[in-house]
């Protein structure tokens, strides 16, 4: 259970004495975090669904800040607006807590619990592996079994029938086939006859110019840089080819790549980039003592985190709260 999931069950628990948090009765605010809250509650729907009155309900959110003090998160402020109580988590408070989870759990937090009936396994019927001769609706077919592959493997589930369920991913139904997912084609303005080693090829050299042209980027010919620009190009081949859903067409504009992907090229790359920059020279900064060593979690001052976007960091991408 993460932090986001575990804080609704103590707040449903205590609001309705309910487990079930799959419902829109409680709202989870994505704007005006400072004025709104994290989350609010109407309290009409609340007295209707506890069977109380009005005056009830005003009770309940008297002391839900006490309440608070024993939940995975506490709540630090409740607001009346408009017949809607607003909730505002204890953030100095969460973004310790979110930030000692992350260091804890490395590259397993944030994985997700799958509500599945019966274990899944992806597989594909397409044996060509080369991407020479791999035709781009054989490309996206691979690219999908690769990312539900690494979903899998990131999420966990509690399945209770231990008969694996088959999906089969391919370019062309048949028959006898296990059921699955059929991908709609890839199909070029310039040429059907392109094969996806000469899309990651064009998207390699755009990502490359766009760098030198766009951003003033001074590219050299070492083999970094080579590895840098072939990583962002496959990058952006993946976003242009599963931006579509799989039973849609996928038109690709060979030569414009900008109309091609939704984000484009300069997504990627400044994203990539930037922090791939600040993350190298504070480490190099530090080497030099020019910064200190990063300080002991339990003496960061997390109360000076007001800004907005920091606000939306930890409670969207970090948290989860989407």
Not at 263 to 281: D, H, M, P, Q, V
Not at 306 to 313: E, K, S
Request: aromatic share 8%.
């Amino acid at each position: 259970m993460d932090i986001h999931e575990g804080f609704l069950l103590n707040l449903y628990n205590y609001l309705l004495g309910v487990e079930d948090i799959n419902n829109n009765i409680i709202k989870k605010h994505i704007r005006k975090l400072d004025q709104l809250g994290e989350f609010s509650v109407n309290a009409s729907v609340l007295a209707r669904l506890n069977h109380c009155t009005d005056s009830d309900v005003s009770h309940i959110f008297e002391s839900i800040t006490t309440a608070s003090r024993n939940w995975i998160l506490p709540i630090a402020k409740c607001a009346t607006i408009r017949d809607t109580y607003h909730l505002y988590v204890d953030r100095p408070f969460t973004y310790k807590l979110v930030v000692s989870c992350v260091i804890k759990n490395g590259r397993g937090y944030g994985t997700c619990n799958l509500s599945l009936k019966q274990p899944l396994s992806v597989c594909t019927d397409l044996i060509n592996e080369n991407v020479s001769t791999m035709s781009l609706s054989e490309l996206r077919a691979i690219l999908i079994k690769s990312v539900i592959d690494r979903l899998l493997s990131f999420s966990h589930s509690s399945a209770s029938n231990s008969n694996t369920v088959d999906i089969n991913i391919t370019c062309k139904a048949k028959k006898g086939t296990p059921k699955g997912i059929v991908c709609a084609p890839v199909l070029s303005r310039e040429s059907n006859e392109l094969k996806a080693v000469d899309l990651y090829n064009k998207r390699t050299i755009d990502m490359r110019l766009m760098a030198e042209h766009k951003y003033g980027l001074r590219v050299t010919s070492n083999s970094g840089w080579r590895d840098i620009f072939r990583k962002l190009g496959e990058a952006a081949v993946t976003i242009e080819i599963l931006q579509i859903k799989p039973n849609r067409p996928v038109i690709c504009n060979f030569n414009d790549f900008s109309s091609s992907c939704s984000k484009g090229a300069s997504f990627i790359l400044y994203n990539c980039a930037r922090l791939a920059t600040l993350l190298k020279e504070f480490q190099r900064k530090v080497e030099l003592k020019s910064y200190p060593e990063l300080p002991d979690l339990d003496k960061i001052d997390f109360s000076v985190l007001t800004q907005p976007v920091m606000i939306l960091l930890f409670l969207r991408g970090l948290l989860n709260t989407n």
